[in-house]
């Protein structure tokens, strides 16, 4: 099976900095793309950050120059991290990968608080 082992929530200061971490364990499967999502609550999922296997990156408006995707192939790992945060990213982090163009497999989800 695979699985999307996250890691790197918390509680922060406004301002604060905190990194993500999202490991995609697993055998027989090669993954094309992996993301970021954000939910806070009474809110929609959104896309925060998405780097594809070719290395192309895209951010929500919210989070760019703030937030940088990056992504270790050989290790199956993605990393977001997330400078100068702000009470609005306070939300569940939920990472995703999509295998083989197909399938999306999600991680469990790590809170993040951003206090004022």
């Known amino acids: 099976q695979v699985q999307l082992v996250e890691s790197g929530g918390g509680l922060v200061q406004a301002g604060g900095s905190l990194r993500l971490s999202c490991a995609a364990a697993?055998?027989?499967?090669?993954?094309?793309?992996m993301a970021w999502y954000r939910q806070a609550p009474g809110k929609q999922r959104e896309l925060v950050a998405r780097?594809?296997?070719?290395?192309?990156?895209n951010y929500a408006d919210s989070v760019k120059g703030r937030f940088t995707i990056s992504r270790d192939n050989a290790k199956n790992t993605v990393y977001l991290q997330m400078n100068s945060l702000k009470p609005e990213d306070t939300a569940v982090y939920y990472c995703?990968?999509?295998?083989?163009?197909?399938?999306?497999?999600w991680g469990q989800g790590t809170q993040v608080t951003v206090s004022s």
């Open positions: 995703n990968a999509r295998v083989r163009g197909i399938i999306d497999y």
């Open positions: 697993g055998r027989g499967f090669s993954i094309n793309a």
């Open positions: 780097i594809l296997s070719q290395g192309s990156t």
